[in-house]
């Protein structure tokens, strides 16, 4: 049952979003997070690093126990690390007992398949390399396609993979072809149509193709990483909000990865929106949502 207060900021986050979802304007590109300089909490360390050209912010805790993870960051191509994300690294960093290493790639609005993908790559294999098999890894949104992709591209040239790997509200269907699309039309406080517009008049808009894809094909498994063969993927555990317009995308992912014989773990919190333990911590459901990456990628669940 959706928590009184998550019901009370899902309705905030529907008036604040309506000008934008009215006229059908991209969230990612029209709302921009302010990247102010970073001074971690007490008790956790902080470092920027270079791998394989790339910069990579490192949060390390006191307490930690060993291991890492590596955490891949979403906003839809058009958003670096920011507040949230590092606010979400710390929590994991904490929790996890880990070093969380996270890939700060550069994104611009004219990149197109597979610019951010090859620089993502690019910071891994360095990651991977060095710490060998003592890592996980996490990816929300569009960040969990670009772990993926990781995954996939690793498997081939014979590099580490992760033990296990988390995706968060992935968006990885960049066709946007799942049930989902229609079913929460009307209820994702983020990408949902208004009430006086119906799906079947605006169902391109709902089902919106990125600019990123540029001229390859949408469902390319390496591009659209849900319709990629998983064979030998890492263990994962799959996180989203039910009311998520995306959310088919990890319903999918999850029947994709047993079907390919991928042990994995679902769960869909109700009422819920995308990136919510991520946007806001301390909700019930996102502490919760936490609690169970965290037990997962610490080798519980």
Known sequence: MTSLRAKIIRGLIRIYTYPLRRDHRSLSRSVKLKDRPYFPPKGISFRTEIHGGVRVEVFSSCGGSGGAIIFFHGGGHTAGMNSMYRRAAKIFCVMCRKTVYCIDYKPRKDYTFPSLHAICYNAYKSLAGQLKKEFVAVGDSFGAGLMLYCCLKAKEDGLPLPNRIVHISPFIDMSASGDSYKINCHRDPLYALPANQSFSDYESAIRRISPYCGDTPVTNCYLSPVFA????????????????????????????????????????????????????PSLKESKRAFKMCADFLGGKL
Do not use: Q
């Open 229 to 280: 063969e998983l064979y030998g993927m890492p263990e994962m555990l799959i996180v989203f909000g039910e009311y998520e317009t995306s959310a088919s995308d990890g319903e999918t992912l999850f029947h994709n990865a047993l079907k390919y014989g991928v042990k994995a773990e679902m769960f869909s919190f109700n009422g819920m929106w995308h990136d919510f333990m991520y946007m806001f």
